[in-house]
């Protein structure tokens, strides 16, 4: 579990890194983050409570919500969170669910191999990215398809 030095008085400088199933457990086991999770900022005394404050880094494996190709992405997020002097004990603030909550927040909301990612295609099902597949993927709006078969003669 992860903590950090506190600094009486001052500010307190802090870095580590290890892969996420050693820092929160077996929760992280085989999951979309590999490598080294890196994690460095400072400890600062504000009086009443201890700021930390820091940046945090990954990399993480995930499908493309669009083309369902698997891509890898870094992801780095800055935080900063106030703790009671009173819930620290023994100088050191346990900042796990800090960190895990930051990892899992950073994740963005649509996974996409790339920005302009085109998806596949929805009649056949070729990737897009790859090259045209020269299906007609016209869409015909259900409301009016029966249009299509009256004759206007």
Not at 22 to 43: H, R, S
Not at 44 to 59: I, P, T, W, Y
Not at 112 to 139: H, Q, S, Y
Request: aromatic share 10%; hydrophobic share 35%.
């Amino acid at each position: 579990m992860p903590h950090v030095q506190t600094a009486r008085g001052g500010v307190l400088p802090f870095e580590f890194s290890a892969t996420a199933e050693k820092l929160f457990g077996e929760d992280f086991a085989d999951d979309e983050f590999f490598g080294d999770v890196k994690v460095f900022g400072e400890v600062s005394d504000a009086g009443k409570c201890f700021v930390v404050r820091g940046r945090l880094e990954c990399q993480r494996t995930f499908t493309c919500d669009r083309c369902l190709t698997q891509s890898t992405e870094k992801l780095s997020s800055d935080f900063a969170e106030e703790f009671d002097k009173s819930t620290v004990l023994d100088d050191s603030i346990d900042v796990t669910e800090l960190l895990r909550d930051e990892m899992l927040l950073s994740r963005p909301t649509k996974n996409l191999c790339k920005a302009d990612c085109k998806g596949l295609c929805p009649v056949c099902g070729a990737n897009l990215n790859d090259g045209d597949c020269g299906c007609d993927r016209t869409v015909i709006n259900p409301k009016f398809a029966a249009l299509k078969d009256f004759n206007f003669d």
